[in-house]
């Protein structure tokens, strides 16, 4: 199913304060995973853009375990919701959700990306292990557990547990 816009408009930009905010609401039915609202805020003006994904529906809590062994792998589709914490414990990675998280549908390669982009990477050796990893070179286990139930990983090999 494609996303249905469900609101579009321009307002205030909260950084410029020009009227140059183009706001745009989606709904979108993720397979096993139900109703998702995306939000796409973004300045015509001075750049500034938010993106989040929002739940519509909660199910059962869960956790995902997935192995990325070949450079295939990292081309699934991943939702990890807003309530989801991420495990990578062959490179020491955990990410907790919190207050300011927010929900992000992308692939395994674009979710070590944003794990890389909050990273402080100047001389870190932990940065060219994920660096490796987003290249295929190092396997891993991507571990999702979601009090929500929400986050998935579109592939075969994904392994789905109760909490």
Same mark, same amino acid.
């Given at each position: 199913?494609?996303?249905? !816009?469900?609101?579009e408009?321009?307002h205030k930009?909260?950084v410029?304060?020009?009227e140059?905010?183009?706001?745009? *609401?989606?709904?979108y @039915?993720a397979?096993k995973v139900?109703?998702? *609202?995306l =939000?796409?805020? @973004?300045?015509q003006?001075?750049?500034?853009?938010?993106?989040d994904v929002?739940?519509l @529906?909660?199910?059962?809590p869960?956790r995902i $375990?997935?192995?990325?062994?070949?450079?295939?792998?990292?081309s699934?589709?991943?939702?990890r =919701?807003?309530?989801?914490?991420i495990e990578i414990?062959?490179?020491g990675? @955990?990410v907790?959700a919190g207050?300011?998280y927010?929900?992000v549908?992308?692939?395994? *390669?674009?979710l !070590?990306?944003?794990i890389l982009?909050? #990273?402080d990477?100047e001389?870190?050796?932990?940065?060219?292990?994920?660096?490796?990893?987003?290249?295929?070179k190092?396997? #891993?286990?991507l571990?999702?557990?979601? $009090? =929500?139930?929400? =986050?998935f990983?579109?592939? *075969?090999k994904?392994k789905?547990?109760?909490l």
């Amino acid at each position: 199913m494609e996303p249905i !816009l469900l609101y579009e408009g321009k307002h205030k930009c909260p950084v410029c304060h020009a009227e140059a905010m183009i706001i745009r *609401e989606y709904l979108y @039915e993720a397979p096993k995973v139900g109703k998702l *609202e995306l =939000s796409v805020w @973004e300045c015509q003006n001075c750049g500034f853009r938010v993106r989040d994904v929002k739940p519509l @529906e909660f199910l059962k809590p869960i956790r995902i $375990e997935y192995k990325v062994e070949r450079e295939e792998d990292l081309s699934a589709m991943v939702y990890r =919701s807003a309530f989801a914490d991420i495990e990578i414990p062959e490179l020491g990675i @955990e990410v907790t959700a919190g207050e300011a998280y927010q929900g992000v549908l992308t692939t395994v *390669e674009g979710l !070590l990306e944003i794990i890389l982009d909050n #990273f402080d990477c100047e001389g870190n050796e932990k940065c060219k292990m994920i660096e490796d990893a987003k290249n295929g070179k190092i396997p #891993f286990t991507l571990i999702i557990s979601d $009090e =929500s139930g929400l =986050s998935f990983i579109q592939s *075969e090999k994904a392994k789905i547990t109760q909490l």
